[in-house]
């Protein structure tokens, strides 16, 4: 939909034709073409909206627009806005209100949800809880399939989902039935016959991160998740794990180039907060760079003697840099992805240690080559050479090493990235290179 | 499961334990413990899967188990595997198989299967068409829910999903029902009353990513794909988008630190292969950082009066790094999630514009400080302030143009990362030094 268009129906009070528009669309396209709008637009815009798709809308609007409508709706408004809202969305939109309107919701929900909220909201950022839901559907282990069947009907127009349905006894996950089952199945099949029992769970403390794995390793629809009494207390849906792989995609990419991430995208972040997330990182690389620099004065005779060692330093150091980033960076992704642990390290470093080899032969032969036919000096094409391959070699090690050392000290692995490893590895790359030029032409 | 355990139990002969245990355990799972054995088991432990597990088993193994398998299967067994294999599974694994198995298989299956998987076989390995399924749940306009059900109780088990079904006239995609609505609506009502009619739809040339990224924005369980004749012939499923996306993601992130994507995990890539995917770009910046080089020794006379002038080199070219492969990771990743568009591209620049001038203020102001301390130099702090200035502003402009421009030209932003930026703010970060350094201090 065009916003011009929308706009200018809007400002004509078509509001049959706008109705019309926002009845075809889609609730997260609605929400999209919301946001360009100013906020009295946005009100009068989101009151044209039927009724049964306007929780869906708000749902996907982002914290400012809720807030500022909850700010404005009538008693009435808010609270049918909150009985169609599913518990995590809730849960979601109060964690970005300012207080005022946190506690102008909770004094407008029935009590018993008023403690679940409370409940959810105060479970850590990182954890499975703070993305679950309480709207599931929970069966008996003796309900046939039409009873069952005959419960969705009744109550699950409200449960977030109805694919998979749990067989609790006591609280207690006993087994899972997935609505495909009752589907498919003889009408008169208990759940007890029906149910799997291999059960994929998580508890509320979970990772976020962990859970999202879970979805992508075994194609789920839904997790179910248990407190610390292996009570089940909620779900989360594979929409939301989709979400959290995406952000913490984000996060890692953002992390490995040596910035704090933001919770906004790009252009939603101030030019000061992009300054404020860039600055810290930046000033310890500088430091360390300055440890390089520092090390190079060390070597002032050498390349006084001989000016054209400087020349390679660039080289070196990149090169360096890069071989050193690319392990780094296989490393932090396989973390990521559940494939590469911290007891590999040996077998990492050995694959690295040959790689590097191949590596480093290749390159320095090329860049020999090179040396020798430019400036037509063996000695300093040999120190270059060799340089080369002992700095990819220490390079790809300190590259693959770091990210596991950090992950086994609790560390996020992904600041261990080419940022951090090339002003290490820079270090290094000027130790070897000045020693061995040192060697080779017998200086200082 | 202890794979030592259950390596054992099969030596020893205790199938039965060996079969309970397999009945029990998640599919995913019992693949994942069926790569660890060695052929001769792998296929005795397959054998004792159920029936009706069999088939899930196998379409989680990896290419290589799999074509063991095809090869000592009887033509009983290939059968009843490939009668329960999905239509997308079936083409996974053909593309994984070498040719003679490929033949095998596509003379195992019916005439009209063989029809479907060669069409399928022939998408692009980017498309939608390449990893969606044709067994979906088609129903007439007038059929009522109660009819619905029936046809998917009859038929629904043979589908990869039932919980979208769609609306289809003369084979083209009138509306969507969800088994949520079958299952709590009215037993009369008819599809046309039911269905919702804004569909969101791919093509079958559609990039897979853009189809994925359609999941995450709609939260959705199946997407419909149709040719290009806007007839349905398909759709993608939920978990098969998830396994897209995390894909694109480490694609995405190997890219960006300069090496070829691996098609196996860590682990499964052979030391000669990872070599050969990281090769190329090293040498390729490599040759750009020799451009660096040949540059600094233009200024071989400012260096040979004033030595020290090499000692911030590594500082500022790694800043300059820093700062530039900050912008670009920042516009490769909102690229990729769709948020920033090539006709952003004034917006990005002033934003990082302003972004640079705060960064090169404080990094300035921290290093001139440093560098008059330790020094007492007054001259060569306002040089290294002046410089880093300049130099985080080039960076960072470069940062965030060049991703743009790739996306617009058809290439992929993710290869404009560090390391490309790297050498590029490296060359310009030197010249800018030395000429600030030379007006300064009347150098040459």
New interface residues.
Partial sequence: MDKDIFMELLQAREYKAVRSILN???S?DIASLLSKLKDKELALAFRLIAKEKAADVFSEMDGSMQAYLVEIFTEMELREILDALYMDDTVDMLEELPANLVTRILSNVSPEKRDKINILLNYPEDSTGSIMTTEYVGLARYATVSQA?AH??KT??HKET??TCYILEARRLIGIVS??D???MDDDMTMERLME??I?SVHTHTDKEEAARL?????L?ALPVLDDGERMVGIVT??D???V??DE??E???K????NPSEK???ETS??Q??RN??P???V??LS??L???I??KY?AA??TL??L??????L???G???G??S????I??IA?D??HFQ?IF??MF?EF??SL??GI??AA??GL?VYVMYGQSDMALVIALSLVVTIVIAKLIGCVLPLLAKQVQLDPAIMA??LI??LV?TCS?IVYFNIASRIFHLG
Avoid at 215 to 219: A, D, K, L, N, T
């Fill in positions: 075809v669309m889609n997260v069947m969705i009907k699950g127009i109805i694919y609505a495909k009752l589907m498919t029992t291999e994929i979805f992508s390793r075994y194609g629809l594979v929409d794990a989709l979400d792989m995406v995609a984000t890692d990419i953002t490995m180039a040596a910035m995208p790009y252009f030019v000061f992009h300054a860039r600055i990182w930046l000033l690389l500088m760079a300055t390089t620099g520092t190079i004065t002032e390349f006084e000016p054209l400087v020349a390679f330093i660039p080289m150091m990149d090169t840099g890069n071989c980033s690319q780094s960076t296989l490393v992704r396989g992805l494939e590469i590999d077998r990492v694959k040959r790689i191949l590596i290749v390159l090329a860049n090179r080419s940022p090339t002003t820079d000027i």
